[in-house]
């Protein structure tokens, strides 16, 4: 069974950082894409970024290009690394299976960037 675990979210500043993780299992997650997707309230799913499974190729939303890096391990665990936050990255950060978040999704941790 698939399971996808998020964590790290939380309240910060603007201009702060957050380190999203995922922690994934039962599925072969180093052959897997995987991506990021948000959801702030009253909007629809926003797709962040994605890595691909074989090779490692990175994307991004243009919005969070050069603050957001993704990045995965051998120990099963999705990353997003959030540098410079603004308050329009306030949203639940989901992670999912497949490049496009086609797949299984997590149950999201929350981001508020306030001051």
């Known amino acids: 069974e698939v399971h996808l675990v998020e964590s790290g979210g939380g309240l910060v500043q603007p201009g702060g950082s957050l380190r999203l993780s995922c922690a994934a299992s039962g599925f072969a997650f180093g052959s897997t894409d995987m991506s990021w997707v948000r959801q702030a309230p009253g909007k629809g799913p926003e797709w962040v970024s994605a890595?691909?499974?074989?090779?490692?190729?990175i994307y991004y939303t243009d919005a969070v290009k050069g603050r957001f890096t993704i990045s995965r391990d051998n120990a099963q665990t999705l990353y997003l690394q959030m540098n410079n936050l603004k308050p329009e990255d306030a949203a639940v950060y989901y992670c999912?299976?497949?490049?496009?978040?086609?797949?299984?999704w997590g149950q999201g941790t929350q981001v508020t960037v306030s001051s």
């Open positions: 999912a299976t497949g490049f496009k978040a086609g797949g299984y």
């Open positions: 890595i691909k499974g074989a090779g490692g190729k």
